[in-house]
């Protein structure tokens, strides 16, 4: 642009009044000393600014984020004469920013070199330019805008049979954004009547505003961006709206359409996908509750093979004395139903032995049975161990953990040694035995479990509460059902029952020759008082086949502790004799024990030399036949 001859830019003089009219924005600058010279009133307007505070600022304070930009341009004028950027920024504020469209000429003015920036706000250009299309549309090309249309019409009409049977909604938008067919799936889908769509702009009537009913501009959506950029749009995460003001999740194909190489619009292909993203969460959600019951599984599983490793040899209750008659008959009464037992007794009497076999009677069998030594767990590990801990609760706690009533939750806690739990830490206990719920450490979510409560101890509980060592209420609840474990120096007669079925267990386990009970040793042993009661007996038998020689066992009996009982050596016998005349029952469980031994040994392996058959002395077809009588799998022995 030339500058005025009779009127030079510089600060001292005015502009002429037809350019400090002008509704285009104009400024003057000193490209050198980086000096606004002067400028119009619409360019003042654009800067919300007067004229005093433009003049006294720098032409690059103007463009302080874009001055790398308005280096160039001002080089490139200088260079050419001339020259236009469409990228540069005014600075409003400090968080402000307007972008604009320059057009620059260089001039000399007395020997100085100016800059005229002649200014348009680049969004008002946009809407010009629209504006300027839709007028040369209606004005002068009515037969192109019917040309457009028609080119809908024949999309439409040629895929018509294609448009009705198909199950995705299908619609036509050109480049105004109008509706301009829609097919009868999307309709349905929408809840609109084809009258109500067509020639509407599909963007306001069911796409205004995203899932959380935060506006959704037009210019930011992609099916608009197709008729603008001529690219295909997949989208797979917004929502359309229907009529009744209800949403639904689409997943969108958005495709341009051109006519004689010109974008005239697109054609929008959606279904709902109401039905995949709610299969997607409830695959989510089973997946949680899978991920959490593998991780519950494990976590019995540890303890159920840690309970493996600890449980006694014998593996069912043993003995024919009236004490162990009335232990069964209590086991059978109390079984079937949820109420908390109490076994009491000394140690080493069987009480965890007592406390499966309730477990095993009852309608919780299926589920576990998980123990809990009180006397062993740590004072500040109680509710971790107990109840369980989330990640990050304490240092240490890397992963989210059950405790042991979690774990146990539709089936059976035993309380092993209740008694010697502190007495701060009962009436936690006591609370979740009340009310079957907890939390875990570091949780806030409170946890509802079905545990059934058998407790055992060998101390006198009662004395305890009466010297204040244990809650009366603690007490209360879960004494409902006592049981007492008899020592086995009242039940003297499962004696030779006992030792014979403990010999076997321990040759097995030692992987030594089966060996034989002599009347002497089980004279001396009825006559000891047994103050270990059967762990003691256990270790015994154990300690005299490790020591035995030539497959000749020999009981040591401790010195002291006899009873002072006379028993004459033809009762001995007798009792001895006893053993052997087994009930059909007995000789049936005691053949099946004995090849489930077998099969153990073998891991599983029937036939052959080295099968179970083999080990047992029998056909291998006898064997099968056993087998398949009793429904046994061979095969679940071979992990053993």
Known sequence: MPAYPDMPFCPETTWPSAVDSSHTAMMCCDPLDDRVLDCN?????????????????????????????????????????????????????????????IFASHFMDQGHSRLLLVMFDASEVLRQREQAERHWLQRGGLLEWKRIEGAFKEIERDNQLILSAAGEGIYGVNAEGDTTFVNPAALKMLGWEEGQLIGRDAHSVFHHTHQDGSHYPSQSCPI????????????????????????????????????????????????????????????????????????????????????????NNYQQIIGRSQPIKHCISQIRLVAPTDAPVLITGESGTGKELIARAIHQSSTRSQRPLIRVNCAAIPRDLFESEFFGHVRGAFTGATADRPGRFELADGGTIFLDEVGELPFDLQGKLLRVLQDQQFERVGDTRTRSVDVRIIAATNRQLRRDVEERLFREDLYFRLNVFPIESSPLRHRVEDIPLLATHLIEQACKKLKKPAMALSLADLKKMQSYSWPGNIRELENIIERAIIVSAAGKLHIEIPVGGSQGIDRSETAVKAELVSRLVLTDQERRMGERENIFNALRQTKGKVAGREGAAALLGMKPASLYSRLRRWHIDARTFKSH
């Open 41 to 101: 009133r619409a360019m003042l307007a654009m800067l919300k600014r007067s004229r005093t505070e433009v003049l006294a600022r720098s032409c690059s304070s103007l463009f302080g984020h874009d001055l790398p930009r308005m280096i160039s341009l001002t080089q490139a004028c200088m260079d050419k004469g001339h020259y236009y950027s469409g990228d540069l920024s005014l600075t409003l504020g400090e968080k402000q920013h307007l972008a604009v469209e």
């Open 224 to 311: 608009y961006a197709a008729f603008n950029d001529g690219i295909v749009h997949v989208v797979d995460n917004e929502v359309f709206w229907r009529q009744d003001g209800s949403h639904f999740p689409v997943e969108y194909t958005s495709t341009p359409i051109r006519d004689e190489g010109r974008l005239v619009g697109a054609v929008v292909m959606f279904r709902d996908v109401s039905e995949r993203r709610e299969a997607e969460k409830r695959l989510r959600l089973a997946l949680a509750e899978v991920e959490s019951l593998k991780e519950r599984l494990e976590m019995e599983n540890a303890y159920l093979q840690e309970e493996i490793r600890a449980e």
